[in-house]
């Protein structure tokens, strides 16, 4: 999913920068539906996003907020509201919290930080 930058003072390519609260965009702010086979009968939760020290600069003129750069892998943390479930036996997804890394990919290939 696209993050879109909420820093209007620092712009690149004309675009507000995106800034540590930008990382999780809108639209997966959950509730979420998933699925975890063989708990295939849909159930919801929330995401939430642990970034590391290499995915932020130092703040900046951007409200002292640090500017979000693609750095390493982090953690992305999934909590479970409702179970999803198995169809066939009835039983719900045992697991009440998945946890998985992720990597900013980045569209802009000419700014660097620093």
Do not use: H, W
């Not at 997966?28 to 932020?56: C, D, E, H, Q, W």
């Not at 002292?64 to 750069?69: D, F, H, L, T």
């Amino acid at each position: 999913v696209p993050m879109v930058g909420t820093a209007a003072t620092v712009l690149v390519s004309a675009m507000p920068t995106c800034v540590l609260g930008d990382e999780l965009p809108p639209s997966i702010r959950g509730p979420l539906a998933y699925t975890s086979p063989p708990f295939v009968a849909p159930g919801t939760g929330t995401l939430k996003i642990i970034l590391m020290p290499t995915n932020l600069t130092v703040p900046t003129n951007t409200g002292g907020k640090p500017i979000i750069i693609k750095g390493a892998t982090f953690q992305a943390i999934f909590t479970v509201q409702s179970k999803a479930v198995n169809p066939v036996s009835g039983s719900s997804d045992p697991l009440a919290v998945k946890v998985g890394t992720a990597q900013f990919i980045t569209s802009n290939t000419l700014t660097k930080a620093g």
